[in-house]
């Protein structure tokens, strides 16, 4: 059975991705409304998927550590308003 993580964001500014963005953990919460502190990863035997206004983005353009969210330079904007979720699985092992 999986262990999910969920993780939102929404923006407040319009986020100029020209040269990247980094995101710190703290400006999200989780499913109970509570303010986080770092992201739950569960590496190796997990996955994480991004999904911005509500669309799964692709594995290349993001990563996450613990502290934070990072998308690389891409030539677009994430306008103000615009929800930004996290979705962290993990799997028990036997």
């Known amino acids: 059975m999986p262990i999910i993580h969920r993780y939102f964001y ?3 500014a319009d986020l100029d991705l020209t040269n990247g963005v980094t995101l ?8 109970n ?6 992201f ?3 590496s190796p035997n997990g996955y994480v998927n991004l999904y ?3 669309v ?6 993001y990563t996450i550590t613990p502290a934070a969210l990072t998308i690389v330079p891409y030539n677009a904007t994430l306008y103000r308003g615009t ?6 699985l993990g799997f028990m092992t036997s």
Do not use: C, K, R, Y
């Open 40 to 42: 739950t990863l569960f």
């Open 33 to 38: 409304a509570d303010n986080i502190t770092e």
């Open 24 to 31: 710190p953990a703290t400006l999200f919460w989780n499913d």
């Open 83 to 88: 929800p930004i979720i996290i979705e962290s």
């Open 52 to 54: 911005i206004n509500a």
């Open 10 to 12: 929404i923006v407040t």
């Open 56 to 61: 799964m983005q692709e594995g290349g353009i």
